[in-house]
């Protein structure tokens, strides 16, 4: 044999690692590593394509399946060759481009607010719009309000709630009419002043919340205690103007909700509607949407405006270490009926009384805590009780070689499974676009949060199977064919219980007792939500939130910032001891109650 001069020695070399090279980023793809894993082995990838070409003065083209071209082959085949050795270079190198392209470029441990922003986005939950502070709520996120407003609408009716709709317009008569109200959303409130290019008489105000729309109208209809209760709900938008740093889903100019408003004759009945509301938000945040919330009342530094007392639930976004009110259920007293005159005729005495009022909302607020409490880097993770999506069918090993014949088989068995498990009240599809690999699709279909993905190939039909990939934590599991719907709901099921479990771990390592500020101040920088004896008065709540901020920016563009009470636990985690002071500097007052702080949104 002759020995080859060492520069074409040299090539042969790097072609040869330039093979092998090629054939570990391709197995890492089909393994499904890590996205770090696969970078760096491209990168070895590119470096070699460089000393082959500095070597050569060409660029590397890849040889066919088994290896380096041998001599002697006509041009026709070099040709077919050489190009099919540029498609699997092309497979590749421009697969991780695409996933670069199409994925999360962001890390949610990383930044993030980028990463959040992509996840919206590129899972096709948002699209951006012209309007600072509003957003188009796409399908995938709509049908995630869907799931909720199904649950809750069904269970208020099952407490005698009915649903109505209130104009989007408040006249500035009656927004004005409860000042301590309007104080508090005056900011916020966003007024019409014309009419084309004609100013108008008076604004009218676009509803920030409705209470001074919707109580007016009480007054009429009010008037005998066989009136009573009035309970009413309507699922609507508002719109509250003011404010900087907007988020989508979290803090918006325009969002939807529920609003329900309550009159009663009977105090502790208006007391018990309150808590029944929450505990249903409760059940929203915990059975539907699979995250743990803490009950508590808020102080009276962060209560509704107007309102005797707020009760609320409070959830925790471990990625930011910062609390975030899920929902709030008011009892508003007498104070808005005594504003609108809203009384009725005791049946006994027959004196004019005014009613005992609630105030109760929920909002798209709900989507947001759910991408964030549960997403990670690969996109949306979705509980299966909000998945528009629960399953995804995707047929697997199509080739080339496959006749027609076996093609149509496995379509069809595939069909069979989706439409079974969708008779069975699963939401499923399957995927059966032929312009998209399966490797696509699967990142496609895990970037949306779909829970659960069934693979099927040739042989899955042959032994008559599938195989189920978790979207939660990436477990494969091979099920009978005959079994999958018992399997699949039962799958579902797990699925939705590991990320309550998951996120209540998360939430539970992060929330601390503490008694001492120094404490207070280092667990408040480690992004944890603290439970310290407070005293419950207002100046010592705002000299806390002052003197925690420091230097602390949790969010780019955004103020440094402090620790606010979130709520007072219902659940309190000891009795306030007689040696316990309060958690302010320099407070003597006796604390009342272990309350709940952090940084919030």
């Not at 004196?351 to 880097?377: A, C, F, P």
């Not at 601390?512 to 101040?521: A, E, N």
């Not at 001891?577 to 302010?584: A, E, G, L, P, R």
Request: aromatic share 8%; with cysteine.
């Amino acid at each position: 044999m002759e020995k080859k001069s060492g520069a074409d020695g040299d090539a042969d070399a790097l072609s040869a690692k330039l093979t092998d090279q090629g054939n570990v980023v391709r197995d890492l793809k089909s393994k499904k590593a890590s996205k770090e894993e696969i970078d760096a082995q491209v990168k070895v990838l590119l470096d070699l394509k460089a000393q082959y070409k500095a070597a050569t003065g060409k660029d590397w083209q890849a040889a066919g399946a088994t290896g380096g071209s041998k001599p002697g082959k006509d041009k026709k085949g070099d040709g077919a060759k050489d190009k099919k050795g540029k498609a699997e270079e092309h497979d590749s190198e421009s697969k991780l481009k695409k996933q670069t392209r199409l994925g999360l470029e962001a890390r949610k441990e990383e930044d993030l607010s980028s990463w959040y922003s992509q996840v919206i986005t590129k899972s096709e939950l948002i699209e951006y719009y012209d309007v600072s502070g509003c957003y188009i709520l796409r399908p995938g996120a709509y049908h995630m309000w869907e799931r909720i407003t199904q649950f809750f609408d069904g269970e208020i009716k099952k407490l005698g709630v009915e649903n109505c709709y209130f104009p989007i317009f408040v006249s500035h008569a009656a927004l004005h009419k409860e000042a301590t109200h309007i104080a508090d959303f005056a900011p916020e409130v966003a007024w019409v002043t014309k009419s084309g290019g004609t100013e108008l008489a008076e604004p009218i105000a676009i509803r920030p919340t409705s209470e001074t729309a919707m109580y007016p109208a009480y007054a009429k209809w009010i008037k005998s205690h066989r009136d009573l209760p009035l309970k009413l709900n309507q699922w609507n938008n508002v719109v509250r103007w003011e404010f900087k740093n907007p988020q989508p889903f979290l803090r918006t100019r325009e969002f939807l909700w529920q609003e329900g408003h309550s009159a009663f004759a009977d105090m502790k009945e208006a007391h018990q509607e309150v808590y029944d509301i929450l505990e249903l938000y409760r059940r929203v945040y915990e059975e539907i949407l699979a995250i743990p919330v803490i009950r508590g009342r808020k102080t009276e530094k962060e209560k509704f405006a107007g309102a005797d007392f707020t009760t609320t639930v409070e959830a925790y976004i471990c990625a930011s270490g910062r609390g975030i009110q899920g929902a709030t259920s008011h009892h508003l007293g007498q104070n808005f009926s005594k504003m609108f005159e809203i009384v009725y005729e005791d049946p006994e005495t027959h004196e004019k009384k005014y009613v005992y009022q609630n105030s109760w909302g929920l909002t798209t607020r709900t989507i947001g805590v759910t991408v964030m409490v549960h997403g990670d880097n690969t996109g949306l993770i979705l509980p299966p009780r909000v998945a528009s999506t629960q399953v995804i069918v995707v047929p697997c090993g199509i080739t080339a070689n496959m006749t027609d014949a076996e093609r149509d088989e496995l379509i069809a068995k595939c069909r069979a499974v989706e439409e079974s498990l969708s008779s069975a009240d699963v939401r499923c599809r399957g995927d059966y676009r032929d312009n998209y690999s399966p490797g696509w699709k699967f990142n496609h279909w895990e970037l949306k949060g779909v829970p659960l993905r069934v693979e099927m190939g040739p042989r899955d039909v042959k032994n008559g199977q599938l195989v189920a990939i978790r979207r939660d934590n990436g477990e494969r599991v091979t099920i009978n064919i005959a079994d999958s719907v018992t399997r699949v709901k039962a799958l579902l099921e797990d699925i939705q219980s590991s990320l309550f479990n998951k996120a209540k771990k998360d939430r539970d390592e992060h929330l601390i007792v503490v008694k001492t500020w120094d404490k207070f101040l280092a667990a408040l920088d480690a992004r944890n939500i603290i439970l310290a004896p407070y005293c419950g008065e207002s100046k010592c709540e705002e000299k806390i939130k002052q003197d925690s901020a420091r230097d602390a920016v949790v969010e780019d563009g955004a103020p440094a910032m402090g620790a606010k009470s979130l709520c007072i636990p219902f659940d309190q985690p000891a009795e306030i001891q007689s040696s316990d002071h309060c958690i302010c500097p320099g407070c003597n007052g006796k604390p009342k109650y272990y309350t709940l702080f952090g940084r919030s949104y």
